[in-house]
């Protein structure tokens, strides 16, 4: 009932920039914790940030400083700005997002959205 929706992927060059966006759909009513993990081939899900309902941010050390996660909770959407981008940031970038469905308001589940390749051309 809940579908959390990515877009802004696509191939860059190293020192280039993407932005990806995320909106939660459908039957979403409250949504929490929202984020952005990155998967490689052969590697695991990895955390690239995370940002609470009020704000509070957190990053993976490899991408602090040229990351910036952000959201309108009016629109249920998180933004991941990517700066600076290197070839090592290359990947499938999902969200992520606890969201609490319109029957269920204050009970927050974990949703993911479908992916979207990041590629960064050195």
């Known amino acids: 009932q809940v579908q959390l929706v990515e877009s802004g992927g696509g191939l860059v060059q190293a020192g280039g920039s993407l932005r990806l966006s995320c909106a939660a759909s459908?039957?979403?009513?409250?949504?929490?914790?929202m984020g952005w993990y990155r998967q490689s081939p052969g590697k695991q899900r990895e955390l690239v940030a995370t940002?609470?309902?009020?704000?509070?941010?957190n990053y993976a050390d490899s991408v602090k400083g040229r990351f910036t996660i952000s959201r309108d909770n009016a629109k249920n959407t998180e933004y991941l700005q990517m700066n600076s981008l290197k070839p090592e940031d290359t990947a499938v970038y999902y969200c992520?997002?606890?969201?609490?469905?319109?029957?269920?308001?204050?009970?927050?589940?974990?949703?993911w959205g479908q992916g979207t390749q990041v590629t960064v051309s050195s």
């Open positions: 940002i609470t309902s009020g704000g509070w941010t």
């Open positions: 459908g039957s979403a009513f409250s949504v929490g914790l």
């Open positions: 992520n997002a606890k969201v609490g469905l319109r029957s269920s308001p204050y009970f927050l589940q974990d949703y």
